[in-house]
């Protein structure tokens, strides 16, 4: 059965920055992308962005271009999301979601979320 | 605000049939495909519809979608009190190339 594992929640300070891990199983890592999606505290779904498990090409949303890098290693077949320079609005829960392609918005599984908490 | 616009709440009595609508444009609902999620508090989302109106196995064909030029709707019908939860309408944006979210409708169980 497919599944998503993500790591642990994280406490950061502003202007630092956080890596979370998704590892996979149950699929060919390579056959399917990978998107990481947000939900702040209350608030609704945000898609972060998408790396694709053959190619490794990714696409970030522009709100966070230039913060935010996606890696994936094929021989643990585990996907990574850095976001650098944290502000205090990138306190969420951040989901990993197996995604069926680049120009869709298919994800049809999901890990259960890692928690990020930015405080002073 | 959201591109893609869902009302903030529905509600019925149960198995009453609430509808909810998201509404975009012609570079997001207009020219792509639409996918639904469902979402317990403290969970996951969960895929409900893809491609538009295909239920993914193991969902109940209470769950129906619909999509007509810019608009897409999901319905369910025979309401039930385990229905209660949030529902997220998704689509790709060519103009913007990115996967973007309804901000999600509730759905109350009278």
């Known amino acids: 059965q497919v599944q998503l594992v993500q790591s642990g929640p994280e406490v950061r300070k502003p202007g630092a920055s956080v890596k979370l891990s998704c590892k996979t199983s149950?699929?060919?890592?390579?056959?399917?992308?990978l998107s990481w999606v947000r939900q702040a505290p209350g608030q609704g779904l945000e898609w972060v962005a998408w790396i694709g498990g053959y190619s490794g090409d990714t696409n970030y949303a522009q709100r966070f271009q230039g913060r935010v890098t996606l890696t994936t290693d094929r021989s643990t077949t585990t996907a990574y999301m850095e976001l650098r320079n944290l502000r205090y609005d990138d306190t969420a829960v951040y989901f990993c979601?197996?995604?069926?392609?680049?120009?869709?918005?298919?994800?049809?599984?999901w890990g259960p979320g890692t928690l990020v908490t930015v405080s002073s | 605000q959201s591109v893609l616009t869902q009302p903030p709440s529905a509600s019925g009595t149960p198995g009453q049939t609430v509808t909810i609508s998201c509404s975009g444009s012609?570079?997001?609902?207009?020219?792509?495909?639409v996918y639904w999620y469902q979402q317990f508090p403290g969970t996951a989302p969960k895929l409900l519809i893809y491609?538009?109106?295909q239920r993914p196995s193991g969902v109940p064909d209470r769950f129906s979608g619909s999509k007509s030029g810019t608009s897409a709707s999901l319905a369910i019908s025979g309401l039930r009190s385990e229905d209660e939860a949030d529902y997220f309408c998704?689509?790709?944006?060519?103009?913007?190339?990115?996967?973007?979210f309804g901000a999600g409708t509730k759905v109350t169980v009278l």
């Open positions: 012609s570079s997001n609902i207009g020219n792509n495909l």
């Open positions: 979601a197996r995604d069926e392609g680049q120009r869709l918005a298919k994800f049809d599984y």
């Open positions: 998704a689509s790709w944006d060519d103009s913007l190339s990115a996967k973007l």
């Open positions: 149950g699929y060919t890592f390579t056959s399917h992308g």
């Open positions: 491609k538009n109106d």
